[in-house]
């Protein structure tokens, strides 16, 4: 199964402030990188597929980016309601695959 | 708009089997796959399978395969998941998600999660 590696496992962040997340896949995926949002009690919602398209009405502050192996989500002004965890999973190889997830706490 | 709404939580027995359910609203059901996901307490989510509504044609995770059972009832829009042989590693919040069109494993639609409690 391809590893998919998030980085960092939790961070703070002010107000304001811009928040990137990586995801390093043990193999190139080809770009079928997915990033999901899990709001706490929450079930996830997806954010972004195709690496860098972003799914109806999710706000323009999320992007993605990234290739081969190597991919990052970007939260620009983070919001208060932004807190929460976020996965990547890759869809190129079977089976789908998550990351650990990237805990993102209000500073 | 698009809903699954998953059955409640169960407490189960060590070596039962549990049948849950997600039962999908405001789109049509046969035009869409129907993933499940497994989410260890406070952990990452592992994928468990999918079932095509329309076929009724699945495919297993390799570690899920003699664990889960995928079915669908047509007729009332409803996806099921039997586990069996439960041990304390099957206890977990599971849920039901739905294929985002083509984009087979990418998933735009989630329940809220069915918690299972393996205990005796």
């Known amino acids: 199964d391809i590893r998919m590696t998030q980085s960092p496992a939790s961070l703070s962040a002010s107000l304001g402030e811009t928040v990137n997340i990586e995801c390093l896949a043990s193999e190139d995926i080809y770009s079928d990188l997915a990033w999901y949002q899990q709001k706490p009690g929450k079930s996830p919602q997806l954010l972004i597929y195709?690496?860098?398209s972003l799914q109806n009405g999710v706000p323009s502050r999320f992007s993605g980016s990234g290739s081969g192996t190597q991919y990052s989500l970007k939260i620009n002004s983070l919001q208060s309601e932004d807190v929460a965890t976020y996965f990547c999973q890759q869809y190129n190889n079977y089976p789908n695959t998550f990351g650990a997830g990237t805990k993102l706490e209000l500073k | 708009q698009v809903k699954l709404l998953q059955s409640g939580a169960a407490l189960v027995k060590p070596g039962d089997s549990v049948k849950m359910s997600c039962k999908a609203s405001?789109?049509?059901?046969?035009?869409?796959?129907i993933h499940w996901v497994k989410q260890s307490h406070g952990k990452s989510l592992e994928w468990i399978g999918y079932i095509n509504p329309y076929s009724g044609g699945t495919n297993y995770n390799e570690k899920f395969k003699s664990k889960a059972t995928l079915t669908v009832d047509k007729s009332s829009s409803t996806a099921y998941m039997e586990f069996s042989r439960l041990t304390s590693e099957d206890s977990a919040i599971y849920y039901c998600?739905?294929?985002?069109?083509?984009?087979?494993?990418?998933?735009?639609?989630w329940g809220q999660g069915a918690s299972v409690t393996v205990s005796s």
């Open positions: 998600a739905r294929a985002y069109g083509y984009y087979y494993y990418v998933m735009d639609a």
């Open positions: 405001g789109y049509t059901f046969t035009d869409y796959i």
């Open positions: 195709n690496a860098n």
